[in-house]
């Protein structure tokens, strides 16, 4: 069976903001195999190599504690 399967053991929700951003995606959709029809809104194939090459920004710590606060707003909604 080939399967991917990813674990973070943080908890971080800045990560988490980063990870589910459209830029992130965008990134990825750009980066990453696709499977199916790409012209069709394929899936991408999300393997370690290109999650690696995924960039996280350095930001400062006052930014990182707002973009946490919008990614908590979202997951208590």
């Known amino acids: 069976v080939d399967t991917t399967a990813?674990?973070?053991a943080l908890d971080d929700l800045f990560l988490l903001a980063i990870l589910n951003s459209k830029v992130a995606w965008m990134f990825l959709s750009e980066t990453a195999s696709v499977l199916g029809d790409a012209g069709n809104k394929g899936r991408l194939r999300l393997k370690s190599a290109y999650l690696k090459k995924l960039p996280i920004p350095s930001v400062?710590?006052?930014?990182?504690?707002k973009i946490?606060?919008?990614a908590r707003a979202c997951l208590d909604a």
């Open 68 to 70: 946490a606060a919008k």
């Open 60 to 65: 400062t710590a006052g930014l990182r504690e």
């Open 6 to 8: 990813f674990i973070i």
